[in-house]
């Protein structure tokens, strides 16, 4: 499609590789318009029983670095530019086992929400988006088992697909959406 792309391997978990992410994205392009913090992992259990040590990695990759990644943001994007947050469903449709993970990707949409505050009067638009169940190798095997009884709940009657979540971030990055922002978007197919 006549773009280009650049890998650069970083670790959300340490602050010089977020900070290294950002420099060489900048000194390849020249400047940043759009930044989709789309870098998370997961893991579930109950809140009786969850690790300490794996609570600490969702924290450390899923909020610090999160954090990080959008002060670079802030600093970075070019006025008029756009930062799109991906967060999760569970923020919205609390069930057993997800606390941990969804209580980090909360935190995300918050700092979004406030962030759009903050860069508004940049013309620099903030948002984020909620995935469902969305059909990758990702999806976990606990999920995947459950898949029928998420799907007859979803009014679209199946699993996301990639491509669901990404006309939704290309959305919020055009110009068509230029009046919106603070906001977070469900493209679950109607179960949240």
Do not use: C, W
């Not at 913090?37 to 610090?64: H, W």
């Not at 700092?111 to 860069?119: I, Q, R, Y």
């Not at 976990?140 to 029928?148: C, K, L, V, Y």
Request: net charge negative; no cysteine.
């Amino acid at each position: 499609m006549g773009g280009r792309a650049l890998a650069v391997r970083a670790d959300l978990a340490t602050p010089q590789d977020i900070t290294r992410l950002f420099e060489e994205a900048v000194n390849e392009i020249g400047g940043l318009y759009i930044v989709v913090n789309n870098a998370g992992i997961r893991a579930f259990g109950d809140i009786a029983d969850f690790p300490a040590d794996e609570l600490d990695r969702l924290l450390a990759v899923n909020v610090r670095g999160s954090f990080l990644a959008l002060q670079q943001a802030a600093n970075l994007v070019r006025d008029g530019g756009r930062i799109v947050n991906i967060s999760t469903g569970h923020t919205k449709r609390p069930g057993p086992r997800v606390a941990a993970y969804a209580g980090t990707k909360a935190a995300v949409e918050y700092f979004g929400h406030v962030l759009a505050k903050e860069l508004g009067s940049r013309q620099i638009t903030v948002n984020g988006v909620l995935p469902g169940l969305t059909d990758t190798d990702g999806l976990s095997p606990e999920f995947r088992a459950n898949a029928e009884e998420f799907i007859a709940q979803t009014p679209l009657g199946r699993l996301g697909r990639p491509g669901d979540i990404a006309d939704v971030v290309a959305l919020l990055v055009s110009d068509d959406a230029r009046r919106v922002t603070g906001q977070t978007i469900s493209a679950t197919g109607g179960l949240v």
